[in-house]
Nanobody, 111 residues
């Protein structure tokens, strides 16, 4: 099983990024997928989740209205579109599903 995140980087406040997580080694469409984030010294925080068929998206209050989770089961990929980014969104973002975790991708929001 592999979950490989990509799309992180440095962005100015108010900017956008789109994270991707490519999955392999399991039947992707059978599992809900989630995005988490973590900053040093803090617990990992659930950011967004989506069920196996792409429905029932749910979000942390801190990102509602700014982030959108989606998935493409034909590509075994889950996405996190992040708009109007704020400095407090700075974190390592992790993809999770089927009991597995990716290695994370760094998102830094700074001017």
């Amino acid at each position: 099983v592999q979950l490989v995140e990509s799309g992180g980087g440095l962005v100015q406040p108010g900017g956008s990024l789109r994270l991707s997580c490519a999955a392999s080694g399991f039947t992707f469409s059978r599992y809900a997928m989630s995005w988490y984030r973590q900053t040093p010294g803090k617990e990992r925080e659930l950011v967004a989740g989506i069920n196996g068929i792409g429905g029932n998206p749910n979000y942390a209050d801190s990102v509602k209205g700014r982030f959108t989770i989606s998935r493409d089961n034909a590509k075994n990929t889950v996405y996190l579109q992040m708009n109007n980014l704020k400095p407090e969104d700075t974190a390592v973002y992790y993809c999770s599903g089927a009991g597995f975790w990716g290695r994370g991708t760094q998102v830094t929001v700074s001017s």
